[in-house]
């Protein structure tokens, strides 16, 4: 359990003297953040604010998982490394869309089409080799079965695991994407999902079905080939994101961009699927899925009824700052809530094992 301490220890070290220096680095290159016209006004401010601070978090994630093998003379496993992977190529991706926006000093990055094509490659990348890879129990990184808390009815076959896996992924990231409005809002959100993952990784490695011999219902095991390394990623994720916070949190000095918001998403989908709890995923970021409920009921409604909105603006926060709240209050309250969506989907994993004994 030491690497779990120290992925989450050396994570926030090094984003919180990293960071700082990044934010020089970009401030010296003039790489700010563009804000859109149409935003709320007092998001004027935040122009030139230094963006693409998910290099911060994205390498020392990395680091963190890596010297923690170094120090506990571990191997890394193809769960973790998967997850890795899709995080820091759907950080890529992010990387390139804000490059371009601030290059060309326009809100809109990569063109859409490109922007789906770099994801969609990333996806299925991920999605093909989380099949393969299977250990001495035949277990693979991911399973082709649904799940829930844990894979439940049959096999969909590998074609549409595919197609489930990159809805998953696209799903994630673009709702953190969304959620990346207000300062230190998506990074706060993100810290308490992780460690959410890491809590399940660790149970699921104490309850394992490779432990079966050991525990007093085996019935009640967990199918999961590597749910210790998972638990290690989340954790160096978890880590950090929180160091990234002391700098992201209002006022900030630096912002994720689309290269941390697709890369935290990436991450949250890829543990969702190793760990086998894709739909549970959906509680556990429930802030994320709330703001994305709420520009598809603002576009949806705007194109049924001619021109009719629900929000004042939408993603959701935005409304909220409309109505005359400050940014700290909708930051503070929406952390709330999803603090409430992790204890309740916390609780439900607990009641799904629990169920099984």
Known sequence: MRQILFAGVIGMFLTIIGTPLLIKLLARKGYGQFIRDDGPRGHAG?????TMGGISFIL??????????VLTSSEPTFSGLLVL?????MGLVGFLDDYIKIVKQRSLGLRAKAKMAGQLIVGIAFAVLALQFKDSRELAPAS?????????GWSIGPVL???WALFMILAMSNGVNLTDGLDGLATGAAVMVFGAYTFIGVWQYQESCANAATLTNPAACFEVRDPLDLAIVASALMGACFGFLWW???PAKIFMGDTGSLALGGALAGLAICSRTELLVALLGGLFVLITMSVVIQVGTFRLTGGKRVFRMAPLQHHFEL?????????????IIQGMCVIVGLGVFYAGWAADK
């Not at 935040?46 to 230094?50: A, F, Q, R």
């Not at 020392?60 to 093998?69: D, E, P, Q, R």
């Not at 082709?144 to 439940?152: I, R």
């Not at 109505?323 to 952390?335: A, D, I, T």
């Open 161 to 163: 695991f595919v197609v």
């Open 248 to 250: 992201n949190t209002s």
């Open 60 to 69: 020392a994630t990395l680091a963190a998982y890596a010297l923690t093998k």
């Open 85 to 89: 992977f899709l995080m820091a190529g």
């Open 323 to 335: 109505k005359g709240w400050s940014e700290v209050l909708v930051v503070v309250r929406f952390w």
């Open 144 to 152: 082709t079965k649904l799940s829930f808390v844990t894979d439940f």
């Open 46 to 50: 935040k122009k030139g604010t230094p």
